[in-house]
């Protein structure tokens, strides 16, 4: 109640609910939370005075309050007088008692100050009242249970006792519900205690309902507490002990106290709704200038608007009329460079005709063959292409023959099935092409199937249910295709959890910038224009799997995926400059409107989450992690094996080591309870695996 009238102050409370080690735990926390001062009620004089010592060290201040310690180095102390509260108690049992009787002692917890000082107080009241006897002193910790069993384990020593004194009020009533049970309605004895707390279950009502004869109100005065802390932080004067006033609490005012603490208890509750609704209307001021700033900010914004859109207009006529002058230059180019390449066509396809007849490409062996065979059709295919390029720009008609006619015409080849070629087995990596066109397939399965396992598809919809079964490391695709073109062929592929993580290459004639920022749009890794040099295509193929590779030590750096990962440059060789000198392109690199998350992070940070919810599931399997999410087993063994280099067993045994380890270094557990927590079947199991992987066994981790 008192901090509300002080702002900036913020109140931590903690329990320690009698436990002594609890209670140094929430000290050394608290402290190490950065509090600025401190207020303790030790629960015992000595069990937390190193804590005490440690904490003013540390710079803290420290106000112990209402019980004593064995530290010295506190910065000021608060308390009523226990002692004195136990000497005003005994003179009172002995108005009580007339001065004769038979008297119960319970006292409050061993070692605590103030059960000590109470006892102290009350043993010398009574040396003036030779005609009263303690009859028996029992050993309490301030609970009513404890009190009861301590009540009924001596019930024979206690029938004919006249007064019981319990130290607090919840010891008092504690033994009087003992006393009940065992006497079965006979004359009770009377009931004293002392805190005389207010509210429901506090003392003053107890005495006010006659369950206890009499209480000893014990001041908190919260209020004194906190303006003595303030003094302390703020460097006010303060008095380093201040004991607090008290009274006994008596059948006679019992019933004023009681109402007194009622009505402090609703003005209470009154003040923390006014502090309530000052709270809602500082809130509602500041939603109010939120909008308002927003609704300026709105009409700023909307200005701004209005000057970009008329700008663009502005830009877009500019822009068009650019773009037809473009036009123009760009036929103008065509037609000229058409004409131009009837020269080297005309050198190409003569001294062809000539070789077909020769006995070293009769005889040659059926590779070569086959070589030579798809040079002389796509040296007749660009023969026609030209022409019909030239009859275009000419004005001249082909009787509707269209682009596509003369490729079915000039090529004649079928859909090529989905095959395997060489000794596949023994490759480490796989690559998926896929081409409608038969001769570009037959010409990539020649120049890579030495070194890598190949799979072929036609087109765009059957590649993506070869990707989705095979899982290759690498995907070769045209973009012109039938069915699925190759732009939305590599978008399926990179919006599919199970292939998202595979590299693609998008092989084009279309050389252009925009259409190549398209390609890097739709998710490709790489664009190669045709012609292309097959070492140039190799040298890219080996870049992008090395890359992949990097991935291999994910689970042994903090955030191992966060960072982009830079191709190496290749160099051709000097053979390959000259092969691809006339086709040299400057391939645009991807802007950052372009750039997006890889969705490998994706999925490997889902999996990251997945094995920190569940290591600890010693049942847990592949099979389980693969189903969900949302993958077959297969599938979900070879998407993890192409990111990592790890199987998913070995990593799950990573990831259950890592935290095996930081808890042998962070927590008290044994090696057995590690192991269990952990997911290990066994602590023998744990041990050993342990050892294999950080050199050490367990207990050296320590």
């Known amino acids: 109640m008192e901090s509300n009238f002080h ?165 008092a009533l504690g033994a009087r519900k003992a006393f009940e049970e065992f006497l079965q309605g006979k004359t009770l004895p009377k009931f004293c205690g002392i805190d005389g707390l207010p509210g429901e279950n506090g003392g003053i009502k107890l005495v ?255 590649g993506l249910q070869v990707a989705e079964k095979e899982v290759p490391d690498l995907i070769i695709s045209d973009i012109m295709m039938p069915v699925m073109n190759g732009l939305e062929f590599c978008r399926h592929i990179k919006d599919n959890i199970i292939t998202n993580h595979i590299p693609v290459i998008l092989l084009t004639a279309r050389s252009l910038d925009e259409h190549q920022v398209e390609g890097f749009k739709s998710g490709a890794d790489a664009y190669i224009t045709k012609p292309f040099s097959s070492g140039l295509l190799l040298a890219r193929i080996d870049n992008l799997l090395k890359n992949r590779k990097l991935l291999k030590n994910i689970w042994e750096s903090q955030n191992p995926i966060s960072e982009p990962v830079v191709e190496k440059k290749i160099e051709p060789s000097t053979e390959q400059k000259e092969e691809s000198e006339s086709t040299k392109k400057t391939i645009p690199q991807p802007t950052k409107e372009m750039s997006k998350p890889p969705k490998e992070d994706v999925f490997i940070t889902k999996f990251k989450d997945y094995i920190d919810k569940h290591y600890s599931d010693s049942e847990l399997s592949v099979e389980t992690i693969a189903q969900d999410m949302g993958l077959s087993r297969v599938q979900f063994y070879r998407k993890i094996k192409a990111l990592t280099g790890c199987t998913p067993v070995d990593l799950l045994r990573k990831a259950r080591l890592s935290y095996g380890k930081q808890m042998l270094e962070e927590t008290n557990q044994t090696i057995s309870e590690i192991a269990y927590n952990v997911g290990f079947s066994s602590p023998a199991y744990f041990t050993k695996c342990f050892k294999d992987e950080y050199g050490t066994a367990p207990r050296e981790g320590r």
Not at 81 to 92: C, L
Not at 233 to 248: G, V
Not at 278 to 303: C, E, G, P, R
Not at 352 to 360: G, W
């Open 7 to 171: 702002d900036g102050v913020e109140l931590c409370f903690a329990s320690a609910y009698d436990n002594s080690e609890r209670q140094v735990q929430q000290i050394d926390s608290l402290v190490k939370e950065g509090v600025d001062l401190l207020i303790v009620a030790p629960n015992q004089v000595e069990s937390i005075s190193e804590a005490i010592d440690r904490t003013v060290e540390s710079g803290v201040p420290v106000i112990v309050f209402e019980r004593k310690t064995g530290s010295t180095k506190y910065t000021a102390f608060m308390s009523a007088d226990n002692y004195e509260m136990g000497y005003q108690m005994g003179r009172y049992i002995a108005m009580l008692l007339s001065g004769k009787g038979k008297i119960l002692e319970i006292l409050g917890f061993k070692g605590s100050s103030p059960a000590e000082e109470r006892h102290k107080g009350f043993s010398d009241a009574l040396k003036n009242f030779p005609d009263l006897e303690v009859v028996s002193t029992l050993q309490g910790d301030w609970t009513e249970q404890k009190a009861y069993e301590e009540v009924k384990k001596h019930r024979t020593e206690l029938e004919d006792v006249d007064l019981v004194f319990g130290h607090n009020d919840r010891t």
């Open 208 to 462: 006010r309902d006659s369950l206890l004869d009499a209480s000893y109100i014990y001041p908190t005065r919260g209020d004194l507490l906190l303006k003595l802390a303030l003094d302390i932080l703020e460097n006010r004067s303060f008095d380093k002990e201040t004991l607090l006033s008290s009274a006994i609490v008596t059948p006679e005012n019992a019933a004023v106290l009681y109402m007194e603490s009622e009505e402090l208890s609703n003005q209470f509750e009154r003040l923390e709704q006014l502090h309530q609704k000052a709270d809602n209307y500082l809130q509602q001021l500041t939603n109010q200038k939120m909008i308002s700033f927003l609704a300026a900010s709105l009409v700023i914004l909307l200005l701004v608007l209005a000057v970009i859109v008329y700008r663009y207009y502005i830009q877009k006529a500019r822009i068009n009329d650019e773009r037809d002058k473009m036009a123009h230059q760009q036929l103008q180019f065509y037609t000229e460079i058409s004409h131009q390449l009837r020269t080297p066509l005309t050198l190409i396809e003569g001294p062809l005709s000539k070789l077909a007849q020769t006995d070293i490409i009769k005889n040659s062996d059926s590779q070569t063959s086959e070589m030579f065979a798809i040079v002389c059709r796509n040296t007749e295919r660009l023969s026609v292409l030209i022409n019909k390029v030239l009859e275009v720009q000419t004005g001249k008609h082909t009787g509707g023959l269209s682009f596509l006619e003369i490729d079915n015409l000039t090529v004649q080849s079928s859909k090529p099935a989905t095959i395997n070629t060489g000794n596949n087995s023994k490759k480490e990596f796989t690559l998926l092409i896929v081409d409608d066109n038969a001769d570009i397939l037959t010409y990539l399965k020649t120049i890579l199937s030495d070194n890598y396992q190949v799979f072929e598809a036609a087109d765009g919809k059957e």
